[in-house]
């Protein structure tokens, strides 16, 4: 029983960590294309 508690615990945490960790390396990338990340979209202006 425990198990299945913690699997439901960590699993949305794991995700979340996820979706910050890909979104800083997005920004990352777009802004060593000389862009700028807005609305998760990278603009080169």
């Given at each position: 029983m425990f198990?299945?508690?913690r699997?439901?615990?960590l699993?949305?945490?794991a995700f979340v960590?996820?979706?910050f960790f890909?979104?800083?390396n997005a920004a990352t990338l777009c802004?060593?294309?000389g862009?700028?990340?807005r609305d998760g979209v990278c603009?080169?202006?």
């Open positions: 198990g299945l508690i699997l439901a615990i699993l949305p945490l960590l996820g979706l890909e979104r800083s802004a060593d294309a862009g700028t990340l603009w080169n202006e």
